[in-house]
């Protein structure tokens, strides 16, 4: 006799940075045995890669293309298969470098959602005429911003990494069409008065958020804030 198909429950997100709405299955024992490969790893690419698949495995049927989500997509979508799948509750410890005790907190993923700076933007203004498209960096352009580069490369490989189109006017330019030294030629020619304004768009896009507050053992007032996937747990 022919062991059963299981069924499963299925639940709908929403992808953040674009609104579409999407319907997962929970985690099954394959996806644990992703999560366990990834704790024992110490690459950072191959934690990105599991969490891309587990994404990838859960989808039902919205055939979601995980390479162009935000990175903060991926957080967000793995954040919630997590709280479905295998608990709503994350246990916190933080040790205070003050009265050097621990101390624990719960937190409950459903609570957690994605924030919204008013004053953001995608658009980097050269002129009123002319511009740059931003796009959100990709899961894979933030792994690979943790090689150890320094802070300059950083900002720069980000810059050149999210920059979707050139405007003036009504004629629009793709930079994927553009070669690399293209890309590098136009980035190294751009006035430096617009480096704030891409600092900008990477300070306040959206981002996880939340907030422990708590007062230590000598009277002060902590508050320890949650911005990123690692910020609320290891994989575990």
């Known amino acids: 006799m022919a062991l059963p198909k299981l069924m499963h429950p299925t639940f709908e997100l929403t992808v953040p940075s674009t609104k579409q709405k999407c319907k997962f299955r929970p ?59 295998v608990n709503n509750l994350i ?44 796009k959100y960096p990709s899961m894979n352009l933030m792994s690979d911003m943790l090689g150890g580069e320094p802070v ?32 590098d030629e136009f980035v190294d020619n751009l006035p430096t008065s617009v480096i704030k304004d891409f600092e900008l768009f990477f300070d306040t896009m959206p981002k996880m958020y939340h907030k422990l507050e708590y007062k230590n053992k000598k009277g002060t007032d902590r508050v320890i804030e949650l911005k990123t996937l690692e910020d609320f747990f290891t994989f575990r």
């Not at 621990?102 to 980097?124: A, L, M, Q, S």
């Not at 300059?152 to 690399?180: A, H, R, S, W």
Request: overall charge negative; glycine content about 2%.
């Open 27 to 85: 985690f099954v024992v394959k996806e644990e045995k992703l999560l366990l490969m990834a704790k024992q790893s110490t690459e950072q690419s191959d934690i990105v890669n599991v969490l891309k698949q587990i994404i990838t495995n859960c989808d039902v049927g919205s055939q979601l293309d995980v390479d162009s989500l935000a990175s903060f997509d991926v957080e967000y979508l793995f954040l919630k298969l997590r709280a479905k799948s």
């Open 152 to 183: 300059v490369d950083i900002l720069f490989t980000m810059i050149k990494g999210c920059m979707q189109e050139y405007y003036d006017g009504d004629k629009i330019t793709n930079f994927k069409d553009c070669k690399p030294e293209e890309v």
């Open 91 to 134: 246990d916190l410890s933080y040790t205070d470098y003050e009265d050097e005790e621990r101390y624990d907190f719960k937190v409950n993923v459903d609570e957690i959602e994605i924030t919204y700076d008013p004053t953001h933007t995608n658009i980097v203004k050269l002129s009123d005429q002319t511009g740059i498209v931003m």
